[in-house]
């Protein structure tokens, strides 16, 4: 029975690596995208959702004095006319520091199923990040994260708690 034990252990071993490494076999190609992680990173006693830029006091004193949020319609990653003027900001700051970084995280509404969410949610991140790029910004200096549903502004099921929550997240 031992050996039976032994046996069945081994091929459940195997079969989880071969899921794995198939599941990995295909590498985005065209932008640096990075899923919200689900648990603490590694050598981290804490972790607030926050990824850190190393960005001079002077951007960071800039990016305090801006919005950092702008808003998305029902299922859409379309750049507003109010959301460009937020984001034509970002844009002056990060000209005017071509050493700065960003990072812009796109969120949802708890509407549709959690990969959905993730994708809509990268769609307005990359939304944006096409945006200042468009005005000049480097991309090298845009990193792209999605939240999806996880990280709502607000809680509830009203139309205003999902307005609030439809929205891509810009930090240094």
Request: net charge neutral; charged share 15%; hydrophobic share 40%.
């Amino acid at each position: 029975m031992s050996t039976n034990f032994s046996k069945i252990a081994v091929l459940t071993v195997l079969a989880s690596a071969i899921a794995i490494t198939t599941g990995c076999a295909t590498k985005r190609t065209n932008s640096e995208v990075v899923v919200a992680p689900l648990g603490i990173p590694g050598g981290q006693a804490g972790y607030n959702g926050s990824v850190s830029m190393n960005n001079s006091s002077a951007v960071m004193a800039g990016a305090e004095n801006l919005q950092a949020v702008v808003y998305f319609g029902y299922d859409s990653s379309e750049i507003t006319a109010q959301s460009a003027s937020v984001l034509n900001q970002h844009a002056s700051l990060l000209s005017s520091n071509p050493s700065a970084g960003v990072v812009i995280a796109g969120h949802t509404d708890e509407r549709g199923s959690r990969e959905y969410n993730i994708a809509l949610g990268e769609r307005r991140a990359q939304a944006a990040r096409n945006y200042l790029a468009a005005q000049g910004v480097s991309t090298s200096n845009i990193r792209v994260i999605s939240y999806g549903e996880e990280r709502a502004a607000a809680a509830g099921n009203t139309e205003a708690d999902y307005a609030q929550n439809r929205r891509a997240e810009l930090s240094y």
